[in-house]
């Protein structure tokens, strides 16, 4: 099971495997309280996505070709198989940052691992 989730939201045990899915690390949350297994920056939007966003809602179709276009290269494939692998194994937890919680990286990536298109080996 994957599973979306604000990183301000408290941990919980139910949340299993918690990865944070950020490029930058959030406000106001200390690394040692944040109970993280991961933090892969490297699947999150590259810097110039990340700042052409802006998080502009009329711009959020776009930004999600967009995004999907950067996560179709070779190290973004093999970023979300093993996503995909740890989801399968028991609870994923992408962790975002951003108050919208419906506009942002990490629901794309919810949407992409779900459907597992492109992921098998």
Do not use: C
Request: hydrophobic share 40%.
């Amino acid at each position: 099971m994957i599973e979306v989730k604000r990183i301000y939201l408290p941990a919980e045990a139910s949340d299993g495997y918690r990865v944070l899915v950020d490029r930058l690390w959030p406000r106001g949350i200390k690394k040692e309280d944040a109970r993280l297994d991961e933090w892969l920056k490297e699947i999150s939007p590259s810097p110039e996505l990340r700042r052409w966003y802006d998080h502009q809602i009329e711009r959020w179709p776009e930004f999600q070709v967009r995004y999907r276009r950067e996560l179709a290269s070779a190290g973004g494939v093999a970023h979300l198989r093993r996503l995909a692998a740890l989801g399968k194994k028991g609870t994923l937890t992408l962790l975002f940052a951003t108050r919208d919680e419906q506009h942002n990286s990490a629901n794309v990536l919810l949407d992409i691992l779900q459907a597992d298109r492109g992921l098998r080996a």
